[in-house]
């Protein structure tokens, strides 16, 4: 058990630091992919999956959940201190709302064991897959592709529980695994890209926090909606008033920050014609 808070601990750190490293890489005047910062950010967040990989096998799904987005609270308080973005009271009163409201919405679902994989499943999936990289041809922006990122992120989550759930067929016996199995396999790296990919041009368009804001949240409800859909998942009895609450928490946060994003826009716009 100590050892699964430990873990927990430092993939929340991680996923925190990775945050801002990402930030400052995907900003860089060239690109990205030559940015060191970019690649460290890349490299954490691997590690804050494996973390929390750890942690979740000791410690309840929907804790390790929560927990994780109190990473978006380590990313504002780096940025905070590096002068990125200074944080005012709103700003960090409504950074506290959005990490609550998610961790709220993360408890409302009753995680059961994940059931066989099935054609609907993978065929769903696909759906999600097409989707989100049709989502490359819109245009960018911090809300757009923030929540198209959690969304990369979450089905390739999703692919991944339905994977190491199926004890009747063992991943370290690959060459025995349906091809459902493979495709839900190169689901996972495609969704890992795309949401990797749709949360860079975010981070170079806008401010860290509304961007993983809107990561996080549909990385939360997403997998939510589609387990009590195809998973045969229930809501905890009596979390209406748990579900309403988080929803207004997140939303009003998030509102916050855009709002506070645009502010900060202009005020460039008007230095910049000074």
Same mark, same amino acid.
């Given at each position: 058990m100590i050892l699964a808070v430990v873990m927990l601990a430092l993939g929340v750190l991680a996923y925190g630091v990775s945050g801002a490293r990402l930030h400052r890489g995907s900003q860089s005047e060239?690109?990205?992919?030559? %940015?060191a910062s970019w690649w460290i950010g890349t490299g954490l967040q691997g590690a804050g999956f494996l973390f929390t990989l750890v942690a #979740? #096998?000791?410690l309840p799904l929907l804790l390790v959940q929560a927990c994780v987005t109190s990473a978006l609270a380590v990313t504002a308080i780096i940025q905070h201190v590096q002068g990125v973005r200074r944080l005012r009271a709103s700003d960090? *009163?409504?950074?506290v709302s959005v990490v609550f409201g998610i961790a709220?919405?993360?408890f409302v679902t009753v995680t059961g064991p994940p059931p066989p994989i099935e054609p609907l499943h993978i065929w769903v999936l696909l759906v999600c897959a097409a989707l989100c990289a049709g989502g &490359?041809?819109?245009?960018?922006?911090? !809300? #757009?592709?923030?929540l198209l990122s959690g969304f990369g992120f979450s089905f390739s989550a999703?692919?991944? #529980? &339905?994977?190491?759930?199926?004890?009747a067929h063992p991943l370290w016996r690959f060459w025995e695994l349906p091809l459902l199995n493979w495709v839900a396999g190169?689901?996972? !790296? %495609?969704?890992?890209?795309?949401?990797q990919i749709h949360l860079t041009k975010g981070l170079a368009r806008g401010?860290?926090?509304? !961007? &993983?804001?809107?990561?996080? *949240?549909?990385?939360? !409800?997403?997998?939510?909606?589609?387990? &009590?859909v195809l998973l045969g998942e229930h809501p905890r009895p009596g979390s209406l008033l748990q579900l309403v609450v988080g929803l207004v928490l997140a939303l009003a946060g998030a509102l916050w920050l855009l709002r506070a994003e645009d502010e900060a826009g202009m005020l460039d716009d008007r230095d910049a014609h000074a």
């Amino acid at each position: 058990m100590i050892l699964a808070v430990v873990m927990l601990a430092l993939g929340v750190l991680a996923y925190g630091v990775s945050g801002a490293r990402l930030h400052r890489g995907s900003q860089s005047e060239g690109g990205p992919l030559r %940015s060191a910062s970019w690649w460290i950010g890349t490299g954490l967040q691997g590690a804050g999956f494996l973390f929390t990989l750890v942690a #979740r #096998r000791f410690l309840p799904l929907l804790l390790v959940q929560a927990c994780v987005t109190s990473a978006l609270a380590v990313t504002a308080i780096i940025q905070h201190v590096q002068g990125v973005r200074r944080l005012r009271a709103s700003d960090a *009163a409504a950074v506290v709302s959005v990490v609550f409201g998610i961790a709220a919405l993360g408890f409302v679902t009753v995680t059961g064991p994940p059931p066989p994989i099935e054609p609907l499943h993978i065929w769903v999936l696909l759906v999600c897959a097409a989707l989100c990289a049709g989502g &490359l041809a819109l245009p960018g922006g911090p !809300v #757009r592709n923030g929540l198209l990122s959690g969304f990369g992120f979450s089905f390739s989550a999703i692919c991944a #529980r &339905l994977l190491v759930g199926d004890h009747a067929h063992p991943l370290w016996r690959f060459w025995e695994l349906p091809l459902l199995n493979w495709v839900a396999g190169l689901l996972i !790296v %495609s969704g890992m890209a795309l949401g990797q990919i749709h949360l860079t041009k975010g981070l170079a368009r806008g401010h860290a926090a509304p !961007v &993983l804001g809107c990561n996080y *949240a549909m990385a939360t !409800v997403f997998p939510a909606g589609f387990g &009590l859909v195809l998973l045969g998942e229930h809501p905890r009895p009596g979390s209406l008033l748990q579900l309403v609450v988080g929803l207004v928490l997140a939303l009003a946060g998030a509102l916050w920050l855009l709002r506070a994003e645009d502010e900060a826009g202009m005020l460039d716009d008007r230095d910049a014609h000074a």
